[in-house]
């Protein structure tokens, strides 16, 4: 059968969740240098062009990944924070743990391709994934409110500032590839095994001590 153009809202979207799919799909089993528009078109129903149409590089579809990892982390750290009548520092910190590290592809396309893929990304998406991204710190911004209730502008900025720090560069802190270990074992320095989740719990307490009055 002839591919068929897009005609519908819906007809775009699912041919857009289509790609997306597929880049995912390469980039869990090979790794982000793995995925090309090539590779995506051979396991989809688009040729090359056709992938063109809705996305002119690669690091367009990653934007997208990336765009809907924050809708849907902003979703769940809501949720979380909303079965809550205890708004103490320690659950804030360990509620924000958890919902980050169930997104380790955030985690990852955060910390390792950013710059790269907004380099490489038209304006007009560029300021789409911006705003999905401010509209996570909203819903942030909020539920310091609620666990923080005196904390002024001034305690939340320096939070923030510590927090998109600590943000990306948590994950290569922490997971390491094979040769990555090899390189540190052979320069006297072996990578000592972490846990993830405890690594970033202790970070935010430390960072969200600019929340607390003193």
Sequence with gaps: MDFQRARTPEQIENRQNE??????????????DAVTIKGISEITSFTRPAIYGYYKTKEEIFMDILKEEFILWGVDFQRRC??????????FCSILTDSMCDRTTLLELLSV?????????????LVEFKKTVYQFFDILQNQIRCFFADADEK?????????????NGLYPHIVHSEIQKQAMTLAGRPPVERNIRQVCYNGLLLISRSLVKK
């Design 19 to 32: 790609i997306l799919f597929a880049c995912k799909e390469i980039y869990i089993k090979n790794g982000y």
């Design 113 to 125: 391709h950013l710059n790269t893929m907004e380099n490489n990304t038209r304006l007009e998406r």
């Design 155 to 167: 305690n939340i900025k320096d939070f923030f500032d510590h927090f998109l720090i600590y943000l």
């Design 82 to 91: 909303q079965k809550t009548n205890d708004y103490s520092r320690e659950l």
